[in-house]
């Protein structure tokens, strides 16, 4: 069985100021890990994935996640908070080979950003 | 059209009511998959379409629940007697299919059951 828990329904950041989101996750076979992103009235936008290899990933927008197996998370984090990355994201796992698209997502992390 | 599209947007039924929503994957896309977000919560899995056939439907609630991909192209979710308990935002996502392509979602049609 798989799960992901996101730590924080709301986070509000100063714009410029570091952005850390955080996701743990539970999984009986290596995960996939992703990182989605929601702007209002708009369809989920994928930030970034880990699949195996690199455990620091790199994704749109200046975002980054790093895959911790010891700690079983996979938070999500930037530098510098910008107005437009206001939004709602999601931390999600996919473990079944073959059928990656089979998502459990996270209940979401809604990110304010604060002039 | 260049991404997913779901018609309707927003769709108004009354309890008991049978609806369907319609979902047109990205051009060339074998994967779709529809997902259900309800408010406050993250998006739930509800069935995986590999070409023609549901390859997986194990996240439908039951059987008032149903979707269908006749052409291997457009699909359908259907809803049976629907209940205020099925109001969510109802997604749609597609993919190339092979492993580890990336999901590509709709907008979503928002389902309101009074």
């Known amino acids: 069985a798989q799960s992901v828990t996101q730590l924080g329904s709301h986070v509000s950041v100063s714009e410029g100021a570091l952005v850390l989101l955080r996701c743990n996750y539970s999984s009986s076979v290596p995960p996939y890990l992703f990182w989605y992103v929601q702007y209002p009235n708009q369809g989920l936008q994928l930030l970034l994935k880990?699949?195996?290899?690199?455990?620091l990933v790199k994704g749109i927008n200046g975002f980054e996640a790093e895959f911790k197996k010891s700690e079983t998370s996979f938070h999500l984090t930037k530098p510098s908070a910008h107005m437009s990355d206001a939004a709602e994201y999601f931390c999600?796992?996919?473990?079944?080979?073959?059928?990656?698209?089979?998502?459990?997502f996270g209940q979401g992390t809604t990110l304010q950003v604060k002039p | 059209g260049a991404g997913v599209s779901q018609t309707p947007s927003n769709k108004v039924t009354e309890k008991g009511k049978y609806v369907e929503l319609r979902c047109d994957p990205i051009s060339g896309h074998t994967a779709l998959y529809w997902y259900r977000q309800s408010l406050g919560q993250g998006p739930e899995f509800l069935i995986y379409f590999q070409g023609t056939g549901a390859a997986d439907d194990s996240g439908l609630p039951n059987d008032r629940f149903f979707a269908v991909r006749p052409e291997g192209s457009v699909s359908t979710l259907k809803i049976q007697r629907t209940e205020r308990g099925d109001s969510a935002v109802y997604l749609c996502a597609s993919s190339s299919g092979t492993e580890n392509s990336p999901l590509h979602f709709g907008n979503g049609t928002r389902l309101t059951v009074t």
């Open positions: 999600a796992v996919s473990g079944f080979s073959g059928n990656t698209g089979k998502l459990i």
């Open positions: 880990y699949t195996t290899g690199a455990t």
